[in-house]
């Protein structure tokens, strides 16, 4: 079992719908998750952090967290084309300092 | 801003070669990592270093090494190049503590033929 698993897609979604984005993890010692950003060719940037139970929001974006099921999932709302990259989850592990991150997702938004 | 720069954007190289990648931070960050991506393996931990001095293996850490002498410089070195090193290297840092994203830099996609 990897230890940070994502589905490879991609996923393709109409322009202006929601695109859920699915991580599971196995370390249930995992205390940090991170939603990252990849297009093509270019450096992973962060899109949303989230370290507590619950939703965490920010514009058109939502990281939901849920330990117990040791699931981490990112919405993103009002769907464009420009959001159209691979999207990575990454858990930090606090017992060996590590980031780890998942194979990533591919977004396809189609105009 | 942050800025984490790596010195080569493009890299060939021939098999058997030492292979030096370096990569600098401008913000005193205590943390600096290096990954290598692949198609479909995602990025995969080679090594990481939380202060100067110190080094630890990440989940890939054979035919690599590197070194970490002052706090803003981590390098990444192959002692002997092989063509299944060839892949696209990342550093990244971040702050003390991990709750703190990791700064990126901007890759350098090494091919050994």
């Known amino acids: 079992q990897k230890e940070v698993e994502q589905n490879s897609g991609p996923l393709s979604v109409p322009e202006g719908a929601i695109a859920s984005l699915n991580c599971t993890y196995s370390d249930r010692g995992s205390q940090s998750f991170f939603w990252y950003r990849q297009y093509s060719g270019k450096s992973p940037e962060l899109i949303m952090s989230?370290?507590?139970?619950g939703d965490k929001e920010d514009g058109r974006f939502t990281a939901q967290l849920n330990k117990a099921s040791q699931y981490v999932s990112l919405l993103i709302r009002d769907s464009q084309p420009s959001d159209s990259a691979t999207y990575l989850c990454a858990v930090f592990h606090s017992g060996t300092y590590k980031y780890i991150f998942g194979t990533g997702t591919r977004l396809k938004v189609l105009a | 801003d942050v800025k984490v720069t790596q010195s080569s954007r493009y890299l060939v190289k021939r098999t058997g070669e030492k292979v030096f990648l370096e990569c600098v931070q401008d913000?005193?960050?205590?943390?600096m990592f290096w990954y290598r991506q692949d198609p479909g393996l995602g990025l995969r931990l080679i090594y990481f270093s939380y202060d100067v001095k110190m080094k630890e293996k990440g989940d890939i850490p054979e035919g690599y090494s590197v070194s970490r002498e002052k706090k803003e410089r981590f390098s990444l070195i192959l002692e002997s190049a092989s063509t299944n090193q060839t892949s696209m290297y990342l550093c990244?840092?971040?702050?003390?503590?991990?709750?703190?994203?990791?700064?990126f830099g901007s890759g350098t996609q090494l091919s050994v033929l």
């Open positions: 989230i370290y507590s139970n």
């Open positions: 990244a840092s971040s702050p003390t503590g991990g709750n703190e994203k990791l700064f």
């Open positions: 913000m005193d960050h205590e943390n």
